[in-house]
């Protein structure tokens, strides 16, 4: 089993994409049995090799094939596409289903050799005929050459023709049919590499308005650009920024401020961001602070400069919205997630692993403790494993199914029906 | 998570002290000293975000961002240790010692000097920033680093040598140069140019002074220091320094030629300097003890 490196559902929930570090794509197919209960099972239904890792002989420097994101494209047909990325290339694939062969043909025989067209007497009309049901991926479209840097973001346009593709320093906007141009819509890097300090971490278009999108960056700031206004967006329309909490300042404070991931709701009026230690929930209308906060695990406050040292302070959590937007979902450390209910105002923290439950059982909340006595079924602070990391998390787009990653395995949990 | 009890020790008092608030120490910068514990916390933490910008390019992903991070944080170390007047006290002893760069002296013998202007005089070297030069090897460095004429500004505050690369310019440059050519139409036929342009201006100087290069972006004190005799340590270290293409096979067999010890080894070897002794000169001294050391370690003496 490799490193699973991406995971996320299509538009339906029907389908469920992931991708690994050894650059595959494995799609789940949801299959839901009506009776007992409406219980959804996910089997894979597709697998294929969607990078291969490449050498680039020019710098000697190797390109990896993992698969950094995944994004479906709305359905059209029959076929379902979906956009995967390694560092540099964006492919389009194409997975359709074959459950019919041909058969009869007049010069070939079944197993495909040819006949002698001296020994044909009659002609007839070759039929479809039903076969096992095949799933084939393929590529329809590679877009390359357009990134120096490492791709971190895809994001597919509202309009459907058009997605843009983020890495660290500059941002390109692609038409989907189109594989021999982009057009390079930000670019934040300086004419002199000596004075970076800031980089581009997450990039994504409005779910509604073609025509803006957000860039998160590592100081922790959202612009939001408006491409109308200019054919660079450079200058942002709205700058999403939280200022500082001089109580809280130390050395890590910027380090801990980096934006990891940023999400639209679904409706739109909203945006999520992801830094170390909290998400964020931003009102578009509101740039100088988000409106709601939530402290994802408050307890490694105290241990940042370890992390530091074991370098997990860079590790690069994602997050996600329920499908009616009053949920948030978020990983941590131990195999670890969150999940934040907005209304209710309640959170809990469940677990992902095979040690403790079994398959069917409803998860049982967790609780981490920082210091002091530790209650039963607590676990302290210092007995985390920061080698379990949930970094990937996608909730389906109606229903309550979760999809959780961990470092090797790939856990669906959904609400118990009674 | 710890891997060692003596480390966890160190770090857990890190922990507070790092985290501590930097708002907390108000007042005119020349009154505020910072508690002892607090600098050497802080120094530590330096040394260590050296040490990562060095090795970034053993990691197994290069990453921009986290390189990025960690210079911002080195960044932010060396202002406030120059507000606090620290920085000063520590390159001037650096700078004072005007050594021939291979005679690297055993902790030891720094140890028995009563002051650091003598530690210095018996043989510390600048050395210890070209560590982070050493970058350099990592990366095909096409851009210079800093024009080494600018090192010898007279009157340079410390705070533009910040803005100084750390050698970081050619770490981040490693995709860039050839790169830009093949960019899309729209400012992509610029860029190409243009630093095809710096290319071929910049290799004869990236060729030529290497050591004078890497240590003209530290350099920040008055009177220019001689330029150091070839040492075949530092020959070895920037050996690769080259224009042409070189592979990471250079690079890596440059690092086994050096004593082999991983990131991990550096920093126990710093932290088994375990807690110094608290007088501003022991400090000063304490600093130096472990930049020579690290730097002993590397260029492997």
């Known amino acids: 089993a490799d490193i699973i490196s991406t995971v996320e559902f299509n538009h339906t929930g029907e ?33 294929f090799q969607s990078h291969e890792p490449e050498f680039d002989y020019l710098k000697s420097l190797e390109i990896e094939e993992k698969i950094n994101k995944i994004r479906w494209l709305p359905q059209k047909n029959a076929a379902q596409f979906l956009l995967s990325t390694n560092d540099k290339t964006i492919k389009l694939w194409k997975i359709s289903e074959r459950d019919r062969r041909p058969e009869g043909y007049n010069l070939k025989e079944e197993d495909g050799r040819y006949k002698d067209p001296n020994t044909i007497t009659s002609l007839r009309v070759p039929v479809l005929i039903p ?26 346009n509202s309009d459907n023709e058009t997605y843009l593709s983020a890495d ?34 997450a990039a994504e278009f409005h779910p509604h308005q073609c025509n803006t999108f957000v860039y998160s960056s590592s100081k922790g700031t959202i612009r939001l650009c408006d491409m109308r206004i200019s054919a660079l967006c450079d200058k942002h329309s709205k700058l999403f920024e939280e200022p500082e909490d001089p109580s809280n300042r130390s050395f890590f404070s910027e380090i801990i401020s980096s934006i990891s991931d940023v999400k639209f709701s679904h409706n739109g009026r909203y945006m999520m961001t992801r830094d170390y230690l909290s998400v964020k929930i931003w009102d578009l209308n509101m740039e100088n602070r988000p409106v709601e906060t939530y402290q994802v695990h408050e307890h490694l406050r105290s241990k940042l400069c370890s992390l530091y040292e074991n370098d997990c302070i860079f590790d690069k959590f994602e997050c996600c919205w329920n499908g009616n937007d009053s949920v948030v979902m978020t990983g941590s450390y131990n195999n670890f997630f ?30 981490v403790c920082v210091g002091g006595k530790r209650k039963k079924d607590e676990i302290s602070v210092d007995s985390l494993d920061f080698n379990k990391k949930i970094l990937h998390t996608a909730w389906h787009p109606q229903d309550n199914i979760i999809a959780v990653a961990t470092t090797n395995n790939l856990y669906i949990f959904q609400d118990k029906v009674n | 998570m710890f891997p060692k009890g003596t480390k966890r020790k160190f770090l857990d008092s890190a922990e507070d002290a790092a985290t501590a608030t930097v708002a907390g120490e108000q007042g005119p910068a020349s009154t505020r000293t910072p508690s002892p514990s607090y600098s050497l916390q802080r120094q530590s933490l330096l040394d260590m975000s050296l040490i990562k910008l060095q090795l970034c390019h053993m990691l197994v992903e290069p990453n921009l961002c986290r390189s990025v991070l960690i210079a911002n944080t080195v960044r932010q170390i060396q202002e406030e240790m120059t507000q606090d007047g620290t920085w000063q006290i520590m390159t001037q002893a650096l700078a004072a010692a005007q050594c021939p760069t291979d005679r690297l002296v055993a902790t030891e013998v720094l140890c028995r000097q009563s002051d650091p202007a003598a530690a210095a005089a018996a043989g510390q070297s600048p050395k210890p920033y070209p560590l982070v030069g050493g970058l350099d090897r990592g990366y095909h460095s096409e851009e210079v680093v800093m024009e ?58 990236v060729d030529s002074r290497p050591g004078e290069q890497v240590f003209g972006t530290f350099e920040i004190k008055q009177q220019p220091p001689p330029p150091p005799p070839p040492d075949p340590a530092l020959e070895e270290l920037f050996s690769d320094v080259d224009p042409s293409y070189y592979e990471l096979d250079t690079v890596l067999t440059g690092m086994q030629s050096a004593p082999k010890m991983g990131p991990y080894d550096l920093l126990e070897s710093l932290s088994s300097h375990g807690p110094q002794p608290l007088s501003p000169g022991a400090s000063c001294r304490s600093d130096l003890n472990e930049l020579d050391h690290i730097m002993e370690i590397i260029v492997g003496s």
């Open chain 1, 15 to 47: 389908l469920l994409a992931t991708g690994d570090k050894g650059g595959r794509v494995v799609i789940f197919q949801q299959e839901i049995e009506s009776m007992p209960q409406f219980r959804s099972e996910y089997n894979v239904y597709s697998t």
């Open chain 1, 131 to 156: 076969m096992d049901l095949m799933v084939e991926a393929s590529p329809r479209r590679v877009f390359a050459n357009a990134h120096t840097y490492h791709i971190n973001s895809i994001s597919v």
């Open chain 1, 338 to 367: 969150r999940m934040f209910d907005r209304g209710q105002r309640r959170d809990v923290t469940l677990e992902a692993s095979r040690e403790n439950i079994k398959p069917m059982q409803v998860l049982k909340p967790r609780k």
């Open chain 2, 148 to 205: 080494a004429g600018d090192a010898h500004k007279e009157a340079l505050p410390t705070q533009s040598y910040l803005a100084g690369p750390f050698g970081m310019g050619p770490c981040w440059e490693e995709e860039q140069q050839q790169q830009e050519e093949e960019e899309e139409e729209d400012g992509g036929d610029e860029d190409g140019e243009e630093s095809e342009g710096e290319d071929v201006d910049e290799r004869p100087e």
């Open chain 1, 168 to 201: 660290d320093l500059r941002i390109n906007l692609w038409h989907l049919e189109i594989t021999d141009r982009s057009f390079n819509i930000v670019d934040i890097k300086p004419a002199n590499m000596e004075e970076l300090t800031e980089v581009i971490t």
